[in-house]
C-alpha cells in the first residue's frame, strides 16, 4: 500500500523547537460529541461605556484613558511581572530547586479607539500604526538596562483568555529569554553552523545558512497548488507550517532577504506587512463567519542590537506565528489534552488540507464592511 499524509497517521519534525508533531488525518471523519463554545451573535458597538479601554473611560485601577485617536500604550494595571532590580533569591536547598528571580514590565497597547474594530476591520494605515507601536516599545524598553527579551503578542477571542474585547495586544519585557524563544534561537544558531543553504535562498549573517530563510524560500518554491502557502506578497508569505500543531495555524516570514526585528524593516516592507497582517486576519474572520479566535505572537531578535542582547543574535529571523483554536466550526474549538500534555502534540486536518481551506477564504471581510472592501 502506497504512503498517503492524506489518510495514514505520519509525525512531522519541527526544526525551529525541535519537537514533532503527530498527524492523524483519518480522525476528521470521526462525529464530535465534546463541548461547543458559544456563537457570538451581537456586534459591539463602536464605544461601549463598561470597557476599560474605551477612549476617556476609567479603567478597574482606577486611570483615566485619554481620548485616544489611533493607538495607545500603558503599562499593565496588573502586570504579571514588575520593575527591577529584584531582590537576591536565597540559596536553594537543593540543586533541582533553585529559583530565578525575573523582573521587567508589562505594556497595554490598545490598537484602535472604537471597541469593535479587530485588526481584519482596520484600514491599513491603522494597522501601520500598530506596527510602528509594536516597534517603538520593542526600542524603548529593549534598550532599558537588565532587559533581555521583549515578547509581542496578541490574545484574540474568550476562548484564547482574552478578558476584554476591545481590540489591543501586550508587550512584556523581561530579565530572562523565555523558554520557547530560546529554543527557536538555539536551533536557528545550530543550522547556522551547518544547516543546508539553497544557492538562491538568503542568508543570514556572515553568508551563513538560515533555517527559516531557507524555509520559506522553500515553501515559495514549492508554491500553493497542494502546498501549504496561503498568501504572499512581494516581502512576505503566509503559509500553514509543515509542523503546524494548531489546527489552522499560520506562520508569516519574511523570505525575500534576512531580517532580524521589526526595527531594520524599511518603508515598503511595513506597507506590505500591515497588508498581510489584514489579509490573514480576513480570511480567518471569513473562515468560519465569526469573528476567529487565536494567539499571536512575534519572535524576532530578543532586544535590539543596542540592548543587551546575547552575541549570537543576529541569527534570529523575524517571523510572526498566528496559533488559532477553531476546528471544525465557529463552535468547535482544539483541545490540547491527553496525548498531547502527556505526549506530543496532534493534530488532524493536514496543514496542506488547512491552507487549501484559507487560501478558497475571500480576502473581503463577510460583514461587509466599506473599510475592509477598500483596503483588501
Not at 505594556?107 to 491599513?124: A, M
Request: net charge negative; aromatic share 8%; hydrophobic share 35%.
Amino acid at each position: 500500500m502506497a504512503f498517503d499524509p492524506t489518510s495514514h497517521p505520519h509525525r512531522r519534525f519541527n526544526p525551529l523547537v525541535d519537537e514533532h508533531v503527530l498527524v492523524s488525518p483519518h480522525r476528521t471523519k470521526r462525529p464530535w460529541l465534546g463541548q461547543t463554545e458559544a456563537l457570538q451573535t451581537v456586534i459591539p458597538p463602536e464605544y461601549d461605556p463598561t470597557c476599560y479601554l474605551c477612549p476617556g473611560n476609567v479603567r478597574s485601577g482606577g486611570q483615566k484613558n485619554p481620548n485616544y485617536k489611533h493607538t495607545f500604550t500603558f503599562v499593565n494595571d496588573f502586570s504579571a511581572i514588575l520593575s527591577g532590580p529584584s531582590p537576591e533569591a536565597p540559596p536553594p536547598p537543593h540543586p533541582m530547586l533553585t529559583v530565578q528571580p525575573v523582573h521587567g514590565a508589562c505594556d497595554v497597547i490598545i490598537f484602535h479607539p472604537h471597541h469593535n474594530s479587530t485588526l481584519p476591520q482596520l484600514d491599513l494605515s491603522d494597522i501601520e500604526r500598530v506596527i510602528n507601536e509594536w516597534t517603538r516599545i520593542y526600542l524603548e524598553r529593549g534598550a532599558q538596562d537588565g532587559i533581555k527579551y521583549v515578547q509581542i503578542f496578541e490574545n484574540k477571542g474568550s476562548m484564547m483568555g482574552c478578558s476584554n474585547a476591545h481590540p489591543h495586544g501586550q508587550v512584556w519585557s523581561l530579565s530572562e529569554v523565555p523558554t520557547i524563544p530560546a529554543k527557536e534561537l538555539a536551533s536557528l544558531k545550530r543550522y547556522s553552523l551547518g544547516g543546508h543553504a539553497s544557492p538562491e535562498a538568503p542568508r543570514g549573517p556572515q553568508g551563513r545558512p538560515c533555517l527559516l530563510c531557507e524555509y520559506a524560500h522553500t515553501e515559495v518554491n514549492l508554491g500553493q497548488k497542494d502546498g501549504r502557502v496561503v498568501l504572499q506578497n512581494e516581502h512576505w508569505v503566509a503559509l500553514v507550517p509543515w509542523w503546524a500543531v494548531w489546527p489552522f495555524e499560520i506562520l508569516l516570514v519574511p523570505f525575500h532577504r534576512h531580517i532580524t526585528s521589526l526595527d531594520c524593516l524599511t518603508d515598503a516592507e511595513r506597507k506590505t506587512l500591515a497588508k498581510m497582517l489584514s489579509q490573514i486576519t480576513t480570511r480567518y474572520d471569513n473562515l468560519f463567519q465569526c469573528s476567529f479566535a487565536y494567539s499571536m505572537g512575534i519572535h524576532q531578535r530578543p532586544v535590539p542590537a543596542s540592548g543587551a542582547s546575547e552575541h549570537g543574535d543576529e541569527v534570529a529571523h523575524l517571523h510572526i506565528h498566528f496559533n488559532p483554536p477553531l476546528l471544525r466550526s465557529a463552535t468547535v474549538k482544539k483541545f490540547l489534552v491527553g496525548f498531547e500534555l502527556m505526549a506530543e502534540p496532534q493534530r488532524d486536518l493536514t496543514p496542506e488540507q488547512a491552507a487549501e481551506r484559507l487560501r478558497n477564504c475571500s480576502n473581503h471581510h463577510y460583514l461587509g464592511s466599506d473599510i475592509t472592501a477598500q483596503t483588501k
